[in-house]
C-alpha cells in the first residue's frame, strides 16, 4: 500500500498482526481516522494489541457515530461487538445485556441481516454461562452442610 491509501496500509499491517502499526496509522490521519471504517480497525487493532479499553472505547464511538448517521443496521453490529467482547472479556452480564439489548432494538422490525446473526450468537453465549453460573448455584448449595 502506498502512502495516499493509509487505511489500505493500516489494514495490511493489522492482517499481519502488527497491531501497533495500524494504530499508529489511525493516529496519525487526523480527523480522517474518525470515520466508521477507521474506527472499525482501531477496535480490531486495539484489542489485538491488548488495550481492551480502547478497543471498547472504538466500539463504542463507531455505535455513536453509526446511530448519528442513521444507519441502524451498523449501530446494531458495533453494539452487539461491544456485548461479545464484554462477554468475553469481562464477564459482567448487565453491560452484555444492555448492549444486546440495544442492538435488538435498533433491528426491530428489519429484516435478517448479518447483525442479526451475530446478536443471536452472542444472546446463545449470554445466555449459556447465565445458566452456568445458575447450575453452578445449585451444586454449590448441595455441597454445602
Do not use: C, K
Not at 64 to 72: A, H, K, T
Not at 91 to 111: D, H, K, Y
Request: glycine share 10%; aromatic share 6%; net charge negative.
Amino acid at each position: 500500500m502506498s502512502e495516499s491509501d493509509p487505511l489500505g496500509e493500516a489494514r495490511v499491517a493489522a492482517e499481519r498482526g502488527d497491531w501497533q502499526r495500524a494504530l499508529d496509522l489511525a493516529a496519525s490521519n487526523g480527523s480522517a481516522g474518525s470515520s466508521a471504517a477507521w474506527l472499525e480497525l482501531r477496535a480490531q487493532a486495539s484489542y489485538g494489541n491488548g488495550d481492551f479499553d480502547g478497543a471498547v472505547s472504538s466500539w463504542e464511538a463507531l455505535y455513536s457515530l453509526r446511530l448519528g448517521e442513521g444507519d441502524e443496521v451498523d449501530a446494531a453490529r458495533a453494539a452487539a461487538m461491544l456485548a461479545m467482547f464484554l462477554l468475553i472479556d469481562t464477564g459482567l452480564m448487565a453491560p452484555v445485556r444492555a448492549w444486546l439489548r440495544r442492538a435488538e432494538t435498533l433491528l426491530a422490525g428489519l429484516p435478517a441481516t448479518p447483525a442479526h446473526a451475530l446478536i443471536a450468537t452472542v444472546r446463545t453465549y449470554e445466555r449459556s454461562r447465565g445458566a452456568a453460573t445458575v447450575a453452578g448455584r445449585g451444586q454449590a448449595a448441595q455441597r454445602t452442610p
